[in-house]
Every structure is written in C-alpha cells, then in structure tokens.
C-alpha cells in the first residue's frame, strides 16, 4: 500500500509561511543545504505519528479567492479546534469552513494561512476512545 510521506507548503513569502506555521503549530523549520530555495519541516517526534514536510516559494500566482481547491489539503490533529482558528486568525490567516462534527472522529474546521493555502485542524473526540 503506498503511504503519504512528505507534504509541501507553497508560499510566495515563504518567511511569513515560517512564521504563521511556527507560532500556530510549533512546526520546526530547517532551510535546505545549498542554494535551492527550500524548508524542510518538522511536524514532531519522529516516534509520534505523522509525516513531515517542506516549504518552497510559489511558481506562479496566488490562488483565485473562492476558486475551487486544486490540491491536496493537510489536516493537522491539534487538542482544541476552537483555539487553534483563533490563534490561525489572529496570525493572518481565515477560517473558511466553519467547526463541524465529524460523528465518532471529532471535530474538523478548515482554515487558510496567509499565503492562500487551506489547511484542516482536526479534535479528536475523546469519548469515542
């Protein structure tokens, strides 16, 4: 069975991508040896569940405001879906897809970072456990 094993962000300032997703998530990241425009990212222990990424400058223009998603779209487990849109929004970003339950998951809400990008924030629910 093939596995996701990278993700990558496309951002046209990428040092406002590192900010926004450091401070939101405490992602870590690490430019790329050589000359290569490019940020690996780390999610988290590598003993935790997950995968990492990387970060790139965007080789064209900025998604259309309300154009259809033509993309792969991330979603990140975090323990409050309601406080990590607010520190999304506080940092720049929006919340596009309202908070919604998932029954038997959890609690799901979509966001965008300041580059255009939509992201998931996903809450598990705990008593489904």
Known sequence: MARVVHFEIQAANPDRAIEFYSNLFDWKFQKFPGNTPYWL???????????DGGLLPRNGSLPAEGAAVNCYVCTVQVSSVDESVKKATERGG?????????????WLAYCKDPEGNIFGVMQPDTSAA
Not at 41 to 51: A, F, K, L
């Open 41 to 51: 990212i780390s999610t988290g222990s590598p003993e935790e569940p997950g995968i």
């Open 94 to 106: 929006m919340n596009v897809v309202p908070k919604m339950a998932i029954p038997g998951v959890g």
